[in-house]
């Protein structure tokens, strides 16, 4: 009984709207996450290919969710040796923040394993 009132105490924030949205969020952020991956890795291939028109096509899929995220990270890291590194710079932050909210030890995916737990 000592172990319930605990976990209870460790989830007193999470009120019953949470709880029943939190597997939707669950989901919804882990597909965004890994979707703005796959759009980073897109642009660090198209970085090796400048010639290619971000305008047309297939591209704007890609260009468009990323350039926002490019546009600040330029500001601050200048491209080294012509290259643009700031895509890889997001892959991996994109790629932590991913592991950390919804990875295998992430925040929420504990916290649904304690609201499972607890049901």
């Given amino acids: 009984m000592a172990i319930y009132d605990e976990c209870l105490d460790a989830l007193s924030f999470v009120t019953p709207l949470i709880v029943q949205i939190l597997p939707t969020l669950h989901l ?3 597909l965004l996450l890994a979707i703005l991956t796959l759009a980073f890795l897109m642009r660090i291939i198209l970085t090796w290919y400048p010639q290619v028109n971000l305008n047309k096509g297939f591209w704007p899929l890609v260009s468009w969710p990323t350039e926002p995220f490019l546009i600040i990270s330029r500001k601050f890291i200048a491209p080294i040796g012509g290259v643009d590194i700031t895509p890889v710079i997001w892959v991996g932050l994109i790629s932590l923040s991913r592991e950390l909210l919804v ?3 992430g925040i929420l995916s504990q916290i649904l394993i304690k609201i499972q737990a607890i049901s």
Avoid: V
Wanted: proline share 0%; no cysteine; glycine share 34%.
């Fill in 28 to 30: 919804f952020l882990g």
């Fill in 103 to 105: 990875g295998q030890q």
